[in-house]
């Protein structure tokens, strides 16, 4: 089966919508059909890998994703921008991400970084039990790094802007 990974409702409503998954458990959800599960894992590192780790313990995963927004510390990059951020790919960018526990200020960022909360998580835990070949983190620009918090709709149209280019991977 394929895994998508996602913190947030919001970022996996489109691929629930699209694939046709139905809700199959609660704590943690996750949503499925024959070919793909979707598992909303939630914020940061303890509900990632408790998430993660029920996933590799009841499915047998061939091929795994991170997808969610993430802030960025470079503010000539268009809000809305999908990048890559474990391996170079041909057709979507490639940017360094760094997790963190808590939301960044512009103040205190490495330069050309996104920054989020569980993507160095999802790896530790997808990296033992899969191939680098088969483990994705794709992220999209959200914010700048500002305090502001977006908003559930916002993410879904961020998310939905690039279904097409990033379900050609799955």
Same mark, same amino acid.
């Given at each position: 089966m394929t895994l998508i990974h996602t913190a947030l409702l919001s970022e996996a409503q489109i691929f629930i919508e699209k694939y046709k998954l139905t809700k199959v458990n609660s704590t943690p959800k996750i949503y499925a059909n024959e070919n793909i599960i979707v598992l909303i894992g939630g914020i940061g590192k303890e509900n990632t890998d408790s998430s993660l780790e029920y996933i590799f313990e009841k499915y047998t995963i +061939?091929?795994?994703?991170?997808?969610? !927004?993430?802030? &960025?510390?470079? +503010? +000539?990059?268009?809000?809305?921008?999908?990048? &890559? %951020?474990?391996?170079?790919?041909?057709? !979507?960018?490639?940017?360094? &991400?760094? +997790?963190?526990? %808590?939301?960044?200020?512009?103040?205190?960022? %490495?330069?050309? %970084?996104?920054?989020?909360?569980?993507?160095?998580?999802?790896?530790? !835990?997808?990296?033992?039990?899969?191939?680098?070949?088969? !483990?994705y983190i794709f992220k999209i620009v959200s914010d700048h790094l500002d305090s502001t918090i977006p908003k559930k709709d916002f993410i879904k149209k961020l998310i939905n802007d690039k279904f097409t280019q990033i379900s050609k991977y799955l």
């Open positions: +061939t091929k795994a994703f991170n997808i969610g !927004i993430a802030g &960025c510390s470079d +503010t +000539t990059i268009e809000i809305g921008e999908l990048f &890559c %951020t474990n391996r170079k790919l041909d057709d !979507i960018k490639f940017m360094d &991400c760094k +997790t963190v526990d %808590t939301p960044q200020l512009p103040s205190n960022v %490495t330069p050309n %970084t996104l920054y989020d909360m569980e993507a160095s998580y999802y790896l530790e !835990i997808v990296n033992e039990h899969l191939k680098q070949k088969d !483990i």
